[in-house]
């Protein structure tokens, strides 16, 4: 829950009014800039924000999945989505959108591989990353909008960087790793450092 999870956080930050006046004298940045036009960013604003609230649906569907195979609920999430529009303050129109995502496809895992939402997505994109770009260079937070984005191309990438964290784990604390050239399920530990023994995860002999 990236997206949501860090909504949340930008709003304590925002919070924290006397202490980021008083960070403000002291720590520097840079003085944001815009050269371009103008209304083309614009343009490329809405498309970040669309593609954003995208990213907001499929990450809280993808709770409610998790919640309903957890807790054995039985969720119509079509009719969530109609749910929603009717008596909520969350009224975007995609919410039929979504109810058809479900309609063709009940056992959907992710709003993005809907076709739908994934053409909507990938038309976008162009503009969002621009968005984004801009603001890390002029130094305006987008917590949302980034966060949205990271999670969009984790989501869609085979492999990962965090897939090395394994190794790192494996070089401290000997929790084995598995390898990329071998079938899934075998685990191996190498003596990273050249003064450890070869060991299973559940002893380290130096």
Known sequence: MTLIG???????????????????????????????????????????????????????????????KTYDWNLNYGGIALLWRGGCIIRSVFLSKIKEAFDKNPQLCNLLLDT???EKVETSQSGWRRVVSQ??????????????????????????????????????????YERIDKERGEFFHTNWTGQGGFTHSSEYQV
């Open 116 to 118: 739908f939402f994934k």
């Open 6 to 68: 860090e909504a949340v956080f930008s709003r304590f930050l925002s919070s924290m009014k006397e202490e980021r006046v008083y960070a403000s004298k002291i720590l520097t940045g840079p003085m944001p800039k815009f050269e371009g036009d103008k209304q083309a960013f614009i343009e490329d604003i809405e498309k970040a924000l669309y593609a954003s609230k995208i990213i907001s649906y499929a990450q809280g569907y993808s709770l409610m999945q998790a919640a309903a």
């Open 135 to 176: 603001a890390a260079l002029n130094g305006i937070p987008v917590p949302a909008l980034s966060s949205a984005l990271s999670y969009y191309d984790g989501y869609r990438s085979e492999r990962l960087s965090a897939n090395l964290l394994q190794a790192q784990r494996d070089y401290f604390g000997a929790h084995t």
